[in-house]
């Protein structure tokens, strides 16, 4: 483990200045579809737990993430986010989530995933994003 991290993620700063500020988030390199982020002071909120926003931001980067293929070809802009808080998450937790993509047309993108720290469910969301593919030669 590096940084609280299982060996096998990665994260890619420069990317999205938004998500560099707010994370680092991690993506796992061999399986597709696993996210993971270390919590610490800056992630909390002023009841000293892992600030909803934060869970929210890191479920949208799951969800470009797995909905783009890594960006690999296209972009995307969420279009439609909903969240459910089930547990709360603390500083130091690894926290990790999984998305599924239920459907990829050729402009939408439909996802569902879970954040969960260990065996404990703290979100589940669903979202609707729409791809932006890129042509050739731009």
């Known amino acids: 483990m590096s940084n609280g991290l299982p060996e096998g993620y990665k994260t890619d700063p420069g990317f999205d200045p938004a998500e560099d500020y707010i994370g ?13 982020f270390v919590a610490d002071d800056k992630h909390c909120n002023a009841n000293g737990i892992v600030h909803g926003g934060v869970l929210m931001a890191f479920a949208d980067y799951a969800l470009c993430m797995a909905a783009t293929n890594h960006y690999q070809g296209e972009s995307c802009v969420t279009v439609s986010f909903n969240c459910e808080f089930v547990a ?51």
Do not use: C, W
Not at 24 to 36: D, K, R
């Open 88 to 138: 709360a998450a603390q500083i130091n937790d690894l926290i990790g989530s999984t998305v599924t993509v239920t459907r990829k047309t050729g402009s939408m993108v439909f996802l569902t995933g879970i954040v969960r720290v260990s065996d404990t469910i703290v979100m589940t969301f669903s979202a609707v994003v729409k791809r932006l593919i890129e042509k050739a030669g731009q």
């Open 24 to 36: 680092p988030f991690y993506y796992a390199v061999s399986t597709p579809n696993q996210y993971a």
